[in-house]
């Protein structure tokens, strides 16, 4: 079993920056991804960015060159670093650690609401 746990969220002005956390417990292996969704009002959950084993990342048209992905594999944490945050921005950040081979391992956190307003 894996646990999720999120923090950092909270509200921002346009143009601030928020640093998201993710601490996973449990059998927890560098070699599937972790990765962070998120879910505005009205709106299904989409990719944000993501890690993958050998580190490389996706993220979503949206956020590239404002938003950057981290992982401590040692300490197994990913982090999200939101820089130049829009109002479209605003949504609640979920956590996520899945294995791309098997469809069991797909574990979500509890999510936390980043609302970007002034």
């Known amino acids: 079993q894996v646990q999720l746990v999120e923090s950092g969220g909270g509200l921002v002005q346009p143009g601030g920056s928020l640093r998201l956390s993710c601490a996973a417990s449990?059998?927890?292996?560098?070699?599937?991804?972790m990765g962070w969704y998120r879910q505005a009002p009205g709106k299904q959950r989409e990719l944000v960015a993501v890690m993958l084993s050998g580190g490389s990342t996706n993220y979503a048209d949206s956020v590239k060159g404002r938003f950057t992905i981290s992982r401590d594999n040692a300490k197994n944490t990913v982090n999200l670093q939101m820089n130049s945050l829009k109002p479209e921005d605003t949504a609640v950040y979920y956590c996520?650690?899945?294995?791309?081979?098997?469809?069991?391992?797909?574990?979500w956190g509890q999510g936390t609401q980043v609302t970007v307003s002034s």
């Open positions: 449990g059998r927890i292996f560098s070699s599937n991804a």
């Open positions: 996520r650690y899945y294995s791309r081979s098997y469809a069991s391992v797909d574990y």
